[in-house]
C-alpha cells in the first residue's frame, strides 16, 4: 500500500463549479500537508499549507485536513478554466522536515 | 522570490551517454533535491543533499550520482543514461523553518 493515495483523475468540470480534490494517507505520523498545482510542462507550485487537523481558506481554495480518518481534501469555489492543472499533495512528518511524500496528482480540467 | 534554475528545459542523450543535469538557486538553502515525475507513480526522491559535499539516498537512488561543490549548485548525473531514465526531473530546495519545497521549472529527458 502507498503512503499516500490520490485518485489521477481526470477531473472535468464545468467552469463556476465546486471541485473537491482529495488524498487519503496511511502514516499517522504526517503533521503537515500542502497542496501543490503543476501546469504542464512547468514545475510544482506550493498553493496550500496547512497543520495538523483543521481548514484554511486563502481565496477560492479551501484546504481541510481530518488526521483521525486520515484524508485530506482542497476545495475549489468558481472554479475557473486557469485552474486546469495537476494537483498534488505532499505530506510531511515533522517540521522542518525535509523529506516530503507526494501523492501521483488529479488532473482537473475546468472547461468554459 | 525564491528562484530554482534547471540548465535544460528539454534534452535528448542516447542510451550509454553520461548525462548532467545541473540545479541552481538563488538562495542560501542549504537543503536541496532531486525528483523524477512519472505517470502514474508521481514524484519520487533520486538524492538529496542537506549541505555543501554532503549528499543522501533517496527512494531510487540506482543508476544515478549527485554533486554539491557549491551550496548554490546540486548536479544530477546518470552515469550511462537508459531508456527507462526517459522522464521529468525536478529539483526542489527546501526553505528552513519552513516545510515548503520549492521546485525548478523541470527538464523532461528522453533517452534514445
Known amino acids: 500500500q502507498k503512503e499516500v493515495e490520490q485518485d489521477p483523475g481526470p477531473l472535468s468540470v464545468p467552469e463556476g463549479a465546486i471541485v473537491s480534490l482529495n488524498c487519503t494517507y496511511s502514516n499517522s505520523a504526517f503533521q503537515y500537508f500542502m497542496w501543490y498545482r503543476q501546469y504542464s510542462r512547468k514545475g510544482p507550485e506550493l498553493l496550500m499549507y496547512t497543520y495538523s487537523s483543521g481548514n484554511k481558506e486563502d481565496g477560492r481554495f479551501t484546504a481541510q485536513v481530518d488526521k483521525s480518518s486520515k484524508y485530506i481534501s482542497l476545495f475549489i469555489r468558481d472554479s475557473q478554466p486557469s485552474d486546469s492543472a495537476t494537483y498534488l499533495c505532499a505530506m510531511g512528518r515533522s517540521y522542518n522536515t525535509d523529506k516530503l511524500i507526494f501523492g501521483t496528482g488529479t488532473r482537473l480540467q475546468v472547461f468554459p | 522570490d525564491v528562484k530554482v534554475t534547471q540548465s535544460s528545459r528539454y534534452l535528448v542523450k542516447r542510451t550509454g551517454e553520461k548525462v548532467f543535469l545541473e540545479c541552481v538557486q538563488d538562495?542560501?538553502?542549504?537543503?536541496m533535491f532531486w525528483y523524477r515525475q512519472d505517470p502514474g507513480l508521481g514524484l519520487r526522491l533520486i538524492y538529496f543533499s542537506y549541505d555543501v559535499k554532503m549528499k543522501e539516498k533517496g527512494d531510487i537512488p540506482e543508476g544515478y550520482s549527485v554533486s554539491r561543490e557549491k551550496k548554490e549548485r546540486f548536479s544530477l548525473i546518470l552515469e550511462s543514461a537508459s531508456t527507462n531514465q526517459t522522464s521529468m526531473y525536478l529539483c526542489?530546495?527546501?526553505?528552513?523553518?519552513?516545510?515548503?519545497?520549492?521546485f525548478g521549472p523541470g527538464t523532461r529527458l528522453t533517452v534514445l
Open positions: 526542489a530546495i527546501h526553505e528552513a523553518g519552513a516545510n515548503e519545497q520549492f
Open positions: 538562495m542560501d538553502h542549504e537543503n
